[in-house]
């Protein structure tokens, strides 16, 4: 019996083939929170991000505060990459007790901010936000909101480690396949 018609052999082109679309997706998260970084003139400030807020979602009672945030304005955005398109709310305004301007935005339509025909509902001055004491970023909704934005967060944080092991493992899958293709 061959080598590389070994069961286990072809277990390993499968696997070598999952790495490298899980390395695509890492490296893709991490050149664009790069190039952000690079853009706003911090490279490591978006890097640096994602740990504060991981840590302030999993200590909420700790990091996460209840605070106002003034609206100025608030419209739906509307992105299409070709065969889908995506709606989101974006509200700009600053924390009641700040002059930064901050921008907000949420994934689905805020019924509060914008009515059934998409009209910016003037009326709301002040909505309720949280506010994460350690980097100020500002979160809108629920525990199911902050759920998402916590596994968002360590998803990043999950990228961002395993792009060296990653690496690491698919050089010795190549060189133990580049080693029994030299013994067949």
């Not at 490591?44 to 996460?64: H, I, T, W």
């Not at 689905?108 to 309720?128: C, G, S």
């Not at 360590?154 to 060189?175: C, D, Q, R, V, W």
Request: aromatic share 12%; with cysteine.
């Amino acid at each position: 019996m061959k080598l590389k018609n070994h069961k286990f052999f072809k277990k390993y082109r499968i696997l070598k083939y999952i790495l490298l679309i899980h390395l695509a997706f890492s490296l893709l998260i991490f050149t664009s929170e790069l190039i952000h970084g690079v853009i706003d003139g911090n490279i490591l400030g978006n890097f640096q991000k994602r740990f504060e807020n991981y840590k302030a979602f999993d200590n909420p009672e700790q990091y996460l505060k209840k605070d106002y945030f003034v609206v100025d304005t608030a419209y739906i955005e509307i992105t299409s990459d070709g065969s889908s398109r995506r709606k989101n709310t974006i509200i700009k305004g600053n924390l009641i007790n700040s002059k930064n301007k901050k921008e907000l935005s949420c994934s689905y339509r805020n019924i509060i901010l914008i009515d059934e025909n998409y009209n910016f509902n003037e009326k709301i001055k002040v909505i309720k936000v949280w506010r994460n004491t350690i980097n100020d970023e500002v979160f809108l909704g629920g525990k199911n909101y902050i759920s998402r934005e916590k596994t968002n967060a360590g998803g990043g944080i999950y990228s961002y480690f395993s792009l060296i092991p990653l690496i690491i493992i698919l050089l010795i899958l190549k060189n133990k396949s580049e080693n029994q293709r030299n013994e067949l």
